[in-house]
């Protein structure tokens, strides 16, 4: 039996428990890569978020309330469910998202993870013990922060949801999560339906699909304490500004142009592969993906050479009729951004050096070789598959341009030398660093955020991340007799 067996979803939203209809009526789930109707979502309006935001203020106060033990057994339960239904995620992932195989199967294991690390989260300590100068006990303790509102983007809808929805959900508090409305199904429903079946109580969890006035709502909700956005850092600047006015804590993961130096020692050949997978990996439509090569002088021309020949022979088409390398960009909207930025780079003096085309919704990997600093596809995030080549005449100056970016979201260094690799790392501010690796790495353990305008720091994985996210710091002190005070 499938998760969506005979359960009424289609058209639906999940509220208070239950599939029904949202007050915005519904609309089609369309295949990128084909352009077919896969199904229907259900698309919340006003009275949804009110309706939701009350019930989990409700359910939340019951479900902080279970034994740790209990919301452990959830979450481990929910881990399985990954797994047990891995084909039938991983097809709509493909269909949906336009995700290679690849990158669904990934998806799918960091989401176990993801509800397997989230399970250790009730069992550990929730506090400490402070001197006090007074005779009396006196503690600092995590309390859950009630109702937490996830809103996550289209891209890698499982990892980008789950990360926020099991560690808030292990942590004592309600969730209510809001998917991007192109990838509604894979995350949002399937994510419902496997907390549904994993125990979790009624209200707990809740599903609403909808455009930025939903959003807004919920963000404002006086039951909603805590917001997690992932997504551009436009509108994440608009989140951020709404949730201070209305005194709530945001986290943001936004957006990123993460630079990949190759320097003067690196091998040609591993460089071009690390940097073709940091590109190309899911059409370029991650945070993390590699948005600049800084690249050592002596090694430029045999770089951009290798990377072009790489790109040339990637293969690029349905991800649900055969073995592609690269699928559809989400929409054409997203495809004629791409597009954009590539045309006026090359106007600009960069040259295409591969790619730079499309069919229908299928882009081309793309090199960008001598690429001016003020080219939009240097400066600005393309959110595709291109890869923009420019030369660097030492590692003072890869240093120097890699940090002249808004973003902060990751960085790769090649090198043989770590040490020397390292070094440089200390004076690029990113939250993310890899040395001798490309820009796009996930792990469910390890905290993950950017600074600058890649975000408000690591609020993602790792368990001392987690807490700091999704609790707050009560103190609390006790007397055996209440102390006397002058009057």
């Known amino acids: 039996m499938t998760l969506l067996d005979g359960v009424d979803w289609q058209g639906n939203i999940f509220k208070k428990g239950e599939w029904t209809a949202g007050r915005g009526g519904d609309y089609p789930v369309i295949e990128p890569a084909t352009g077919a109707e896969l199904g229907r ?165 809740q599903m609403l699909p909808g455009g930025p006035e939903v959003g807004e709502a919920l963000i404002t909700h006086p039951s909603v304490r805590v917001i997690s956005f992932t997504g551009s850092t436009a509108v994440g600047r608009r989140i951020g500004e709404l949730a201070g006015r209305h005194l709530k804590r945001a986290h943001l993961e936004l957006g990123g142009n993460s630079a990949l130096l190759i320097l003067d020692d690196a091998d040609v050949d591993q460089a071009a592969t690390l940097a073709a997978w940091g590109s190309f990996f899911h059409q370029g439509q991650i945070c993390m993906t590699t948005g600049r090569h800084l690249v050592a002088d002596g090694l430029y021309d045999a770089f951009v050479e290798r990377l072009a020949d790489k790109a040339a022979a990637l293969t690029v088409g349905d991800p649900a009729a055969g073995e592609v390398a690269l699928g559809p960009v989400i929409d054409a909207g997203q495809r004629d951004k791409i597009h954009r930025l590539v045309t006026a780079s090359v106007e600009q003096g960069a040259r295409l050096a591969g790619g730079g085309a499309y069919q229908e919704l299928f882009y081309r990997p793309t090199v960008l070789a001598d690429v001016p600093l003020t080219a939009p596809a240097f400066a600005d995030e393309v959110f595709g598959p291109v890869a923009p080549v420019t030369r660097v005449t030492s590692t003072e100056e890869a240093v120097r341009l890699a940090s002249a970016s808004d973003y902060g979201l990751a960085l790769g260094i090649v090198t043989r030398d770590v040490m020397r690799g390292l070094a440089a790392a200390e004076r690029i501010p990113t939250g993310i660093v890899h040395i001798n690796d490309q820009t796009v790495n996930d792990e469910a353990n390890a905290p993950f955020g950017g600074v600058l305008a890649s975000g408000t720091g690591s609020r993602f994985g790792g368990a001392q991340a987690n807490i700091e996210a999704f609790t707050e710091t009560r103190w609390i002190t006790m007397r055996g007799e209440p102390p006397a005070y002058p009057f």
């Open 41 to 205: 979502m259900g698309m919340a309006g006003a009275e949804d978020v009110a309706e939701a935001a009350t019930a989990a203020a409700e359910a939340q106060r019951e479900w902080a309330a279970m034994p740790h033990t209990a919301r452990a057994a959830v979450l481990r339960r929910a881990g399985d469910l990954w797994q047990q239904h891995t084909e039938e995620i991983r097809g709509w992932n493909i269909r949906e998202v336009g995700a290679v195989p690849g990158m669904a199967e990934f998806s799918l294991h960091v989401a176990a993870e993801e509800c397997y690390e989230a399970a250790g989260l009730p069992g550990r300590a929730i506090g400490e013990i402070l001197p006090s100068e007074q005779p009396r006990l006196s503690m600092a303790r995590r309390m859950p922060a009630g109702v937490v509102v996830v809103i996550s983007p289209f891209n890698v809808p499982i990892i980008l949801g789950i990360r926020s929805v099991a560690p808030a959900l292990a942590l004592g508090n309600a969730v209510i999560l809001k998917p991007d409305p192109r990838t509604a199904v894979t995350g949002g429903t399937l994510m419902a339906r496997v907390f549904e079946e994993a125990g979790l109580p009624p209200g707990v969890l």
